[in-house]
C-alpha cells in the first residue's frame, strides 16, 4: 500500500474502524453504528466516491445482518469496504446522507430488502412494492426464492380516481415514472419513482437452479444495451474473489468487445438525442452507422447483442485474421461516416441552441451524488473506471478523457461524441497489441465467503459488481448500474427549469428506459393534471 | 450552410435497408442461432440440462423413458450445450426465423429407454449413457447394469470374499 493509503487508514483506525481483510486494492474495514457516520465523513472528505452500499445478510456465516459501504478512492485507485455488522433484534443503522448524498437509495434498497432500519432520517419503500407485507425481506436467506407473499389489496378507494394509462404500458419493459411539479411552465420540484418492474435478478442467482457458470448468461440480460458490461464485471468480481488469473489474450478479448459495445451504445443515444430535438434525419444517420458496429459484433461474438462469450476464466471465442481485418475495416467506415454526421449534427443550430445551457448539473451536485460516466465528465469531475481502476488490457492503451465544465446537455452529448473516437482508437491499439496464447484458463476453484468488488466504465458510467462467493454459486452479488447513480441527479437538473427542457434532459442522462416514456405534469396553480409524452426510442435496461 | 450536408450524405448512402424476406437476411457466418439434438448420438446424460441457463433444455422421466426436450421458446441461443455435450451430438444452426403459430413446434424431444437395476429395478440411467460409458471405460457390464447402492452391495461382498471375511462383509 502507498503511503497516502496508510495514512488514511490510520486515520480511519482512530475513528474507529478496524481493518478485516486486505485483499489486492480493495480495503476491508469493520465499523460499529457508531464510528460509521464519522468513518463515512472522514471517507468522503477524502476524496472517495460512494459507489453503493449493499445489505447482506450473513447469519448462515457469522450471525448478523451487515451493511456493506463500498467507497472508491479515484485518485489513488483504492476501494474502501465498510462493513456494519448489526444483530437481527437490533437491526438498526444510522443514515449516512448528510454527509454522503449519494447513499440515500441503497441505504433504503438495504432496508427493503434485508430489514435493517435506517435511522436519522425520513425514511419510505424504495424498492420493494406498496402492498408488499411487512417485515418480509427478500434477500434474507430464509426467505425462499420460490416464495411469493400473500399480498394484501388497499381495502380504501380514495373518491376520486386518476386513471393514468401508462406509464406502465403492459408491453413495455422498463417503465420510469417522474413526478414534475410545475409552476406554470417552469419545473418546481421533481419526484422519481421507479423499480416498478424490479426482477429480483440477485435473488434469482441466489435460488438453487442457478451456478457460478451460467450467472453471466443471467448478468447480461440485466441490460438491453450494456449487457456485456454486466457479464464482464460479474467475471471479473467472481476472478478477483477466487485469484483466477485470466490469460491476456482473454482480457484483450474482452476489452476489444467493451468498446465495441460502448460504440454501438454512444451512436445508439446520439441517434435518441437527435430524434428528442426534432432532428429525425440525425436520428436515422446516426442508427445506419451503429448497424455497422451491430453486425460486427455479431460477427466477433455470435450475436449482435447479449454477445455470451464471457465465462469465468476467459473468453468462449477467440479472435482471428479475418475478424481483425473486418475490425479495422469496419471502425474505419464508421469513424469516416461519424465525423462527417457529428460535424453536421452539431452545426444545425436548433441542436445548439437546445441543448447549451439547460439541464445544468453544477460540478458541486455532481460530486455530492456521486454520478458517474458521461454525466460526471460533462460537470467537471474526472472519473473515468478505465483510468482510475485500470482492469483488462486498460494498461496496455493511452486515450483522452473527455471533460467538459458546463454541466449542460450539449456537454453531455459532447463527451458522447469524443468518447466515440477514442473508443475508436481504443480498439486499435488493442489489436495492435493483441497477445498470443489461451483464451481461457483450464480450470478454477473457488472457495467460499471471499469478497470482492469489481467496477467497469459502462458507456453510461461505472458499472458495479459487489460478490461473496459461496458454495457452488454466489453467497450474494450485488449489482449497481450506473443510471441507479445518475437518475437522482436529474431533480437537480430539471428543477428551475423549464418544462420544455424536460425530455431532453432526462434522455440526456442516457438513462435505459422504455421506448415511451410518461411524465405525469402537476400544475400548482391549477391543481390539474396531464401528461407528457415523451417518445424516444431507448430500448430497456437496469435494475 | 454545413446542415445542408445531411442531404450530400443521404443520397450518397441510397437505401441500406433490407427488402427482407424478399432478399437474404443478413446473417454473419458466426452467428448463433437455435440447436439441433442428434437422437441417434445423444446419450440422455443431462450435461445440457445442467449448463442450459435459462432452462430450454429439460430432463425428465415419463413412465418407462427419459424425456431430454428443447423448448426454442425459452432458449437464448449461447450454445453452452454444444460446447459441453459428451457425445457431440448438439449442433448450434443458424436458424432463428423461428416463429409458429403452433406451440408444439417449439418443442423437439429425444426419447430415452431407462436401464432398470437387474439386482432390484431401481432406474438408473438412460440405456445409452450407460452403453456409452462401458464403451468408454474399462467397467465391468455387470457392474454397469446396477443401481448405486446395489453396485456397493455387491463389491463390498466381492471384497469380503476375496479376504474371506464370514458372511461376505457388510450388508
Not at chain 1, 465523513?41 to 447482506?56: D, E, I, M, Q, R
Not at chain 1, 434477500?139 to 401508462?166: A, H, I, Q
Not at chain 1, 457529428?342 to 445548439?352: D, F, H, K
Not at chain 1, 481502476?389 to 486498460?394: C, H, M, N, V
Request: proline fraction near 7%; charge should be neutral.
Amino acid at each position: 500500500m502507498t503511503e497516502p493509503v496508510g495514512k488514511l487508514i490510520e486515520e480511519l483506525k482512530n475513528l474507529g474502524g478496524k481493518v478485516e481483510e486486505v485483499r489486492g486494492r480493495e480495503i476491508y474495514l469493520v465499523a460499529s453504528r457508531d464510528s460509521l457516520r464519522s468513518l463515512a465523513k472522514a471517507l468522503y472528505s477524502a476524496g472517495a466516491y460512494l459507489k453503493t452500499c449493499a445489505g447482506v445478510d450473513e447469519r448462515p456465516i457469522q450471525g448478523v445482518l451487515s451493511v456493506y459501504y463500498i467507497f472508491g478512492l479515484d485518485e489513488l485507485g483504492v476501494d474502501v469496504i465498510l462493513r456494519v455488522p448489526v444483530t437481527e433484534e437490533d437491526a438498526r443503522v444510522p443514515t449516512i446522507v448528510p454527509e454522503v448524498p449519494a447513499a440515500d437509495w441503497c441505504e433504503l434498497e438495504a432496508r427493503d430488502m434485508i430489514g435493517v432500519e435506517i435511522t436519522g432520517r425520513p425514511v419510505r419503500r424504495l424498492v420493494l412494492p406498496e402492498d408488499w407485507p411487512e417485515g418480509v425481506y427478500p434477500l434474507r436467506k430464509d426467505f425462499d426464492y420460490s416464495t411469493r407473499p400473500l399480498r394484501g389489496f388497499r381495502s380504501e378507494l380514495p373518491e376520486e380516481v386518476g386513471v393514468p394509462l401508462g406509464p406502465y404500458h403492459p408491453a413495455l419493459h422498463e417503465p420510469e415514472y417522474f413526478e414534475l411539479y410545475v409552476d406554470g411552465e417552469k419545473v418546481v420540484d421533481v419526484v422519481y419513482r421507479g423499480f416498478h418492474v424490479h426482477r429480483g435478478i440477485e435473488k434469482l442467482a441466489e435460488s438453487p437452479r442457478f451456478t457460478y457458470k451460467q450467472v453471466p448468461f443471467l448478468a447480461e440480460r440485466i441490460c438491453g444495451i450494456c449487457g456485456f458490461v454486466h457479464s464482464s464485471c460479474y467475471v471479473m468480481a467472481v476472478e478477483k474473489a477466487a485469484g483466477i488469473e485470466v490469460p491476456e489474450r482473454a482480457e484483450f478479448i474482452r476489452s476489444i468487445v467493451l468498446e465495441v459495445e460502448r460504440l454501438h451504445s454512444h451512436l445508439l443515444w446520439l441517434g435518441v438525442a437527435a430524434h428528442l430535438l426534432g432532428y429525425d434525419a440525425g436520428f436515422m444517420h446516426a442508427w445506419r452507422i451503429r448497424e455497422h458496429t451491430m453486425v460486427l459484433a455479431e460477427y466477433l461474438t455470435g450475436s449482435r447483442k447479449t454477445y455470451g462469450i464471457n465465462i469465468i476464466g476467459g473468453v468462449r471465442k477467440d479472435l482471428n485474421v479475418d475478424k481483425l481485418d473486418k475490425t479495422l475495416k469496419t471502425l474505419a467506415t464508421v469513424r469516416e461516416e461519424f465525423v462527417k454526421l457529428a460535424e453536421v449534427m452539431l452545426s444545425v443550430p436548433q441542436i445548439r441552441s437546445r441543448a447549451s445551457g439547460t439541464g445544468v448539473l453544477s460540478r458541486f451536485e455532481a460530486r455530492a451524488l456521486s454520478v458517474v460516466g458521461p454525466v460526471a465528465r460533462a460537470s467537471g469531475l474526472y472519473r473515468d473506471v478505465r483510468k482510475d481502476y485500470p482492469y483488462f488490457a486498460y494498461r496496455e492503451v493511452s486515450f483522452k478523457v473527455p471533460l467538459y465544465t458546463e454541466g449542460d446537455n450539449l456537454a453531455r452529448l459532447l463527451v458522447r461524441v469524443e468518447e466515440v473516437l477514442e473508443s475508436i482508437e481504443i480498439i486499435k491499439q488493442l489489436i495492435d497489441k493483441l497477445p498470443g496464447g489461451p483464451i481461457a484458463v483450464e480450470s478454477w476453484d473457488i472457495p467460499p465467503y471471499r469478497r470482492a468488488v469489481a467496477a467497469i466504465e459502462a458507456p453510461r458510467g461505472e458499472d458495479v459488481h459487489f460478490i461473496i462467493t459461496g458454495v457452488g454459486k454466489p453467497y450474494r452479488w450485488r449489482v449497481r448500474a450506473p443510471t441507479y447513480q445518475n437518475i437522482p441527479a436529474l431533480r437537480a437538473m430539471l428543477r428551475g427549469a423549464p418544462l420544455a427542457d424536460a425530455p431532453l434532459t432526462i434522455a440526456s442522462i442516457d438513462p435505459c428506459f422504455s421506448c415511451t416514456d410518461r411524465v405525469v405534469v402537476y400544475d400548482l396553480k391549477t391543481g390539474s393534471r396531464r401528461t407528457l409524452r415523451i417518445s424516444g426510442g431507448v430500448p430497456p435496461c437496469p435494475l | 450552410m454545413s446542415l445542408v450536408k445531411i442531404l450530400e450524405i443521404a443520397l450518397k448512402t441510397g437505401r441500406v435497408t433490407r427488402r427482407y424476406p424478399a432478399e437474404e437476411p443478413l446473417v454473419t457466418p458466426e452467428f448463433r442461432g437455435s440447436i439441433e439434438v442428434d437422437p441417434s448420438k445423444c446419450w440422455g446424460c443431462g450435461a445440457c440440462v445442467k449448463v442450459c441457463p435459462p432452462n430450454a433444455l429439460t430432463l425428465t422421466p415419463s413412465g418407462k423413458s427419459l424425456v431430454l426436450e428443447y423448448f426454442v421458446g425459452r432458449c437464448i441461443f449461447c450454445g453452452m450445450c454444444a460446447e459441453v455435450c459428451p457425445a457431440k451430438a448438439i449442433t448450434v444452426t443458424k436458424k432463428f426465423e423461428l416463429a409458429s403459430a403452433n406451440l408444439r413446434d417449439l418443442r423437439s424431444r429425444v426419447v430415452h429407454e431407462v436401464l432398470r437395476c437387474s439386482v432390484c429395478g431401481t432406474p438408473i440411467a438412460a440405456e445409452a449413457e450407460v452403453r456409452a460409458v462401458v464403451k468408454a471405460s474399462p467397467v465391468s457390464e455387470e457392474y454397469a447394469v446396477l443401481c448405486p447402492r446395489c453396485r456397493k452391495e455387491r463389491f463390498a461382498k466381492s471384497i469380503g470374499l476375496r479376504v474371506g471375511a464370514p458372511g461376505g462383509g457388510p450388508s
